[in-house]
């Protein structure tokens, strides 16, 4: 009896796959119907099981979870080489008047830039931390097809903020309120719009409490930098006489649906209270160097969700490739010699936060960070096939050690191919390219950077 053929939108065939405990299996399917994953195993039997609209031949490559940028700044792609060997106050003198000089038709090429570079360096999806025109950002990344987090920068205080940057209570809720009923759940399920604070300092306590109110009111998330500064620290001890995250706690507000970026100048307290309420952090690994050094070990011991995130072009590009080589360093140069352990923070356990991490960071691992079934159908395809990759003892040390952005060839979000070996099919990069350095330009003398 012959076996029945199903029919499916995308098959991925001979391919190596990362499962979802990060180990590679090869001569393996991948079958995409709609947005899912339909099914996945071994080649020679699903081949045969399946007809499908389109299929990528998958010899010598890589099938894996697309990468998630859990805290980047849509908005700053255009300040990318500007901040770098520059004295403080970095804020005052480069970032404030580079974002209050910010225009709809800027933020709308940053973010089309933002979106070209992390298609072509496997980030699939990504939780943007709020600035101006939010609206904008939302167009280009429904045009790009990825998938994404916005939010809006929310700032009601601060002496070191012009007025034009700050707004009352009720406007920061309204514009923010605005944004979530014309952009949550568009894109065909790919947006999600979450709640604001850009930081402590810059929110007053009846705007923070509001804020995760009405957050809580519309079923979604808070995000905000905490822990970045010593300034953020001090401020919370000698207004509130408690540390960040110990504030938070007081005003009653911290949940499960709480991501505070950065995370680094933490007390074993505070720690506590992230676990007590199974909040979630990401770190910036490249960006949080010249701050300090997490206390990541610790915090994966306490069963904390950690994802990775760039913190934006204007710091270290969006290569989440990147951020991980230098995460593993770090934190082995840190906590491992000190202590003579090699192995303080094994490959896997960085890619699980690149992916899986990302996920918990953005209240969606049911349904993403991992390569099964039922999963929505966001992956990436490297060319593994290279010098610089193989042979290898162990691919996922490699993966690590050795891969670039570059390396990856195929990226699909949603069941729909965005990028097909190495050419975008939903921007048109030279136009972005070419808008992007007059956009770059104009904004650099009206800013006077």
Not at 227 to 249: A, G, I, K
Request: proline share 3%.
């Amino acid at each position: 009896m012959e076996n029945k053929v199903y029919t499916a939108d995308l098959m991925i065939k001979n391919c190596s796959i990362l499962t979802p405990e990060f180990e590679v299996k090869s001569g393996q399917c991948v079958v995409i119907k709609d947005k899912n994953i339909l099914d996945i195993g071994d080649e020679t039997i699903l081949s045969k099981n399946y007809k499908t609209k389109e299929t990528l031949n998958g010899n010598g490559k890589l099938v894996m979870p697309g990468l998630i940028d859990a805290h980047t700044h849509i908005c700053q792609q255009l300040l990318r080489g500007r901040i770098t060997d520059e004295y403080p106050m970095i804020w005052t003198r480069i970032m404030v008047p580079f974002e209050s000089n910010l225009q709809e038709k800027d933020v709308f090429t940053s973010a089309q830039l933002s979106c070209l570079e992390m298609i072509e360096s496997g980030t699939t999806a990504f939780i943007d931390a709020g600035g101006r025109h939010m609206h904008k950002v939302a167009e280009a990344v429904i045009e790009s097809g990825l998938r994404g987090v916005l939010t809006c920068s929310t700032m009601d205080s601060g002496k070191d903020i012009p007025d034009t940057m700050k707004s009352s209570i009720e406007e920061n809720l309204c514009v923010n309120k605005q944004l979530f009923n014309d952009f949550h759940g568009a894109g065909d399920g790919r947006l999600d719009v979450w709640f604001s604070l850009r930081s402590i300092i810059t929110c007053t306590p009846g705007l923070i409490q509001k804020v995760f109110e009405m957050a809580r009111d519309c079923s979604t998330g808070v995000q905000t930098h905490m822990n970045e500064y010593p300034n953020e620290v001090s401020y919370c001890l000698e207004n509130f006489q408690m540390r960040p995250y110990e504030f938070l706690e007081s005003l009653g507000v911290l949940d499960q649906n709480f991501l505070g970026a950065h995370s680094i100048l933490l007390s074993e307290n505070e720690m506590e209270i992230i676990k007590k309420y199974n909040s979630k952090i990401v770190h910036c690994p490249i960006s949080n160097a010249g701050k300090g050094f997490t206390k990541t070990p610790g915090l994966l011991q306490k069963g904390i969700g950690i994802g990775l995130g760039t913190d934006g072009a204007a710091h270290s590009g969006l290569s989440l490739f990147d951020q991980m080589k230098v995460f593993k360093s770090l934190m082995r140069a840190f906590w491992g010699v000190p202590i003579f352990d090699p192995v303080v923070m094994p490959s896997k356990n960085i890619l699980e936060m690149a992916t899986l991490g990302g996920a918990k960071s953005m209240l969606q691992e049911h349904q993403l960070g991992t390569l099964e079934a039922g999963k929505k159908a966001d992956m990436i395809l490297i060319n593994i096939d290279q010098p610089h990759i193989q042979p290898t003892h162990q691919l996922v040390n490699t993966l690590i050690e050795s891969v670039n952005s570059n390396d990856v060839t195929d990226t699909i979000v949603n069941g729909k191919l965005l990028m097909k070996n190495r050419e975008v099919l939903t921007l048109d990069e030279e136009k972005i390219k070419y808008e992007s350095k007059r956009a770059m330009k104009d904004l650099s003398i009206r800013a006077k950077i």
